[in-house]
């Protein structure tokens, strides 16, 4: 066998493009198979119920407004007049519902398309997000002009994110306050907690309209759920909030009111986590 | 390398242990080769491919199998107040990417670069502190630095008589003594006791590094001492490098003053390189250019292996019972050899194999059980082909070349699995040409095509994610 090393030079060569291994196919993120998103077992039941009152009353009320109209056209009309407004309520609400998951699942996109580096998907989630968003109203132009992703994601930051977040942080003080005054004045320790989990509801959903999201009960329990997930991540800052806590609780009118009750310092920690947890999972963009 | 103090690692110990308890681990990866080893091209890689997998991509499909998957996103860690500068590692990607690409040129400088591994937890242990302090992130350190200064690190334990013995020894041996011939006469003819003449010093310095200048680029030798000699770094020529080895029983004031010089040049690398940056990793790759070292010919291959020798003796292997007890010193090592695309996918198991001799040869111990030898190419060039060569068919490789544009099959020659015999070095100095690197998106979305990369970063660091 020859040994030496040496360039084949043949004479046919010919200034060739550069080389295509196909590398950039062979590495194309492998979609995760699609979750079939099947109906759970509570949720068919859940939808059976909802149909049944609904469908059935509405079939009872048709019938009813017929029986009306039998009895006197005023009558039908007035009665066909009252159903229309119930169950115009009803769809209202409904359609509100909708948009304030789809809102949820803008968001959701967005951040998915940052995490991809998608830039041009990711640009057009945060155009959509800004445009309702009114913090976010100053820096919409410097957002469509943003050429890159991680320009596009650091104008976010300093600008309408910081805002949304200082916001969300004021919410969640004004609530570790409240919180703390219940406490004091409220007789059983069960109000207490009753108290304390229907402001802290509350406070998503009000952490969730900063951010510009509107959730309905679905979407309300849908961002409950992420903010729980999201609780774990705040609570590595603990240290942020032990100083929030300091300064709510060393308020001279609350430490009048409360004096160093070790149940409302909790509550009021609760709500500052909350608060912190509620604005990451509401943000268009994962926090780093 | 003087050993740290056992406080200082104690404490470096402790607290690695407290950022492994919150899931925030610090590991710093030192890149070890000799020059034109292919570091910088090496690391860019590394950047471009972690990256691109944060992002999903399959670019290293064996480091994501060790991590079981849980890879969740890679991010360069925002530079901060460094006063190092920082490893370029887009720019490196940009340049090889443009029409018409560049490869990186020889590394002047030190440079730094942290990736954040997001990673998501194991074990339940890790998903509870997960659910306080969120995800697992490994930030892994890497360094660039010119090729050169790694064989300073063999100078720190040897006076300025040793040093000179043993240079010299290697000077006037074969092919060495040719390219510095002028060098070696001009010092057997000092007289012994020369006075400190500056002009001297000047003299003796400029034939010295002309000699090993002629060797590293012109005979591909690589134990060449002092590495600013080759390559003085940003700060340039300092008079402290101007000394050389003086022949034994030499003893007056040129001597001296050469002592002082050799004494000053170490303690200013000791403080501006080694000291910061080499003191304390905890994983480490050596690249080496086996082929290179098998073309230069018999000589160059032998010092190639000499060299890697007293590099692995210098270093800390992490096996004493203090390391063990303060979890300091180097836990896993590495030995690559690069360019494994300049032979065709038959014969890198050889290049592996060979790289195992070239390596082991001399240092049977740092080569354990669990150390991975690998051919690797950093940079994917060419591809497979065939080729008729005296009448008979050879697998060869093909690539675009540098030179010309054109694309052009290579025999790489035969690749022994060890060092060969007397008979194989009668083929001529060869130096395989430059490739252009294939197409490439700039952005570094789809990373760098590579052979094996993957696995040795798994063998690597596969066990920290």
Not at chain 1, 144 to 173: F, H, I, M, N, Y
Request: net charge positive; charged share 20%; proline share 7%.
């Amino acid at each position: 066998m020859p040994r030496g090393p040496r360039v084949l030079t043949e004479e046919a060569a010919r200034p060739a493009p550069r080389l295509d291994l196909g590398w950039d196919q062979a590495v194309v993120p492998v979609a995760p198979p699609p979750i079939s998103r099947r109906w759970s077992a509570p949720a068919l039941a859940a939808m059976g119920v909802l149909v049944l009152l609904l469908g059935l009353s509405a079939i009872d009320v048709a019938g009813f407004v017929a029986d009306q109209f039998a009895r006197g056209a005023p009558l039908g009309w007035l009665t066909l007049g009252v159903a229309a407004l119930g169950y115009g309520l009803i769809g209202w609400a409904g359609l509100r519902e909708l948009r304030g998951l789809a809102a949820l699942e803008s968001v959701e996109r967005g951040r998915e398309a940052v995490a991809r580096g998608d830039h041009a998907a990711a640009r057009r989630a945060v155009l959509d997000w800004a445009a309702r968003v009114p913090a976010a109203a100053p820096t919409l132009p410097a957002l469509k002009q943003a050429s890159d992703l991680p320009t596009l994601l650091a104008l976010l930051e300093a600008g309408p994110l910081a805002a949304l977040d200082r916001q969300a942080v004021a919410a969640g003080r004004a609530a570790a306050l409240q919180s703390l005054a219940a406490t004091a004045v409220v007789p059983s320790p069960a109000l207490d907690g009753l108290f304390i989990a229907w402001r802290g509801v509350r406070l998503v959903r009000e952490v969730a309209a900063i951010h510009g999201l509107r959730p309905g009960v679905a979407g309300t329990l849908k961002l409950l759920r992420r903010t729980l997930f999201e609780a774990g991540a705040v609570a590595a800052a603990d240290i942020a909030i032990n100083a929030a806590v300091t300064a709510v609780t060393t308020n001279p009118l609350v430490a009048s009111v409360v004096g160093d009750a070790a149940t409302g310092a909790v509550a009021a920690r609760r709500m500052l986590l909350l608060a912190r947890a509620a604005s990451r999972a509401c943000r268009i963009v994962t926090p780093r | 390398m003087p050993l740290l103090t056992p406080i200082e690692d104690a404490l470096a110990g402790m607290s690695d242990l407290a950022r492994a308890m919150a899931g925030r681990e610090r590991v710093r990866l030192a890149v070890t080769g000799l020059s034109r080893a292919g570091k910088t091209v090496f690391l860019t890689s590394v950047v471009a491919n972690l990256l691109a997998a944060g992002q999903g991509a399959r670019t290293l499909p064996a480091l994501e199998a060790a991590a079981g998957g849980r890879l969740r996103g890679v991010r360069l860690v925002p530079a901060g107040t460094e006063a190092t500068p920082r490893f370029d590692a887009p720019g490196h990607l940009a340049a090889l990417a443009a029409d018409p690409p560049r490869w990186p040129g020889r590394t002047e400088d030190l440079s730094t670069l942290e990736l954040e591994l997001t990673v998501s937890p194991a074990s339940w242990l890790g998903q509870a502190r997960g659910m306080v302090m969120g995800d697992r992130r490994v930030t892994l350190e890497l360094l660039d630095y010119p090729g050169e200064w790694l064989l300073d690190l063999p100078m720190l334990e040897q006076g300025f008589e040793e040093w000179s013995r043993e240079t010299l020894a290697r000077l006037r041996v074969g092919r060495r003594a040719e390219a510095a011939a002028e060098f070696l006469a001009f010092v057997d003819a000092l007289p012994p006791r020369a006075t400190a003449e500056e002009a001297l010093a000047r003299e003796g310095f400029r034939l010295y590094r002309a000699a090993l200048l002629r060797l590293r680029d012109e005979m591909g030798f690589r134990f060449l001492q002092p590495g600013r000699a080759l390559n003085p770094g940003p700060r340039g020529e300092a008079p402290l490098l101007w000394f050389f080895p003086l022949p034994e029983g030499h003893g007056g004031g040129l001597a001296d003053l050469l002592r002082r010089r050799h004494a000053a040049y170490l303690a200013d690398q000791r403080a501006a390189f080694f000291d910061p940056f080499f003191r304390r990793f905890h994983r480490q790759v050596v690249l080496v250019d086996a082929l290179g070292a098998l073309h230069a010919g018999e000589q160059a291959f032998d010092d190639t292996a000499e060299a890697l020798a007293a590099i692995a003796a210098a270093l800390r292997q992490g096996g004493g019972w203090m390391d063990l007890l303060t979890g300091q010193g180097v836990r896993r090592v590495g030995f690559a050899a690069t360019k494994a695309d300049h032979v065709p996918a038959r014969a890198r198991e050889a290049l592996a194999s060979l790289m195992g001799d070239l390596v082991g040869r001399q240092t049977p111990s740092v080569l354990g059980a669990e150390t991975p030898v690998r051919a690797i190419a950093a940079i994917r060039c060419t591809e497979d082909t065939s080729a008729l060569l005296e009448g008979r068919p050879v697998a060869a490789v093909r690539g675009v070349l540098m030179r010309d544009g054109r694309l052009t099959p290579v025999y790489p020659g035969e690749v022994p699995l060890r060092r060969p015999g007397p008979e194989f070095w009668d083929a001529p100095y060869f130096e395989m040409p430059a490739f252009q690197p294939p197409r490439l998106l700039g952005d570094g979305a789809a990373g760098i095509p590579h052979l094996g990369l993957d696995a040795l970063l798994a063998a690597l660091i596969g066990d920290l994610l």
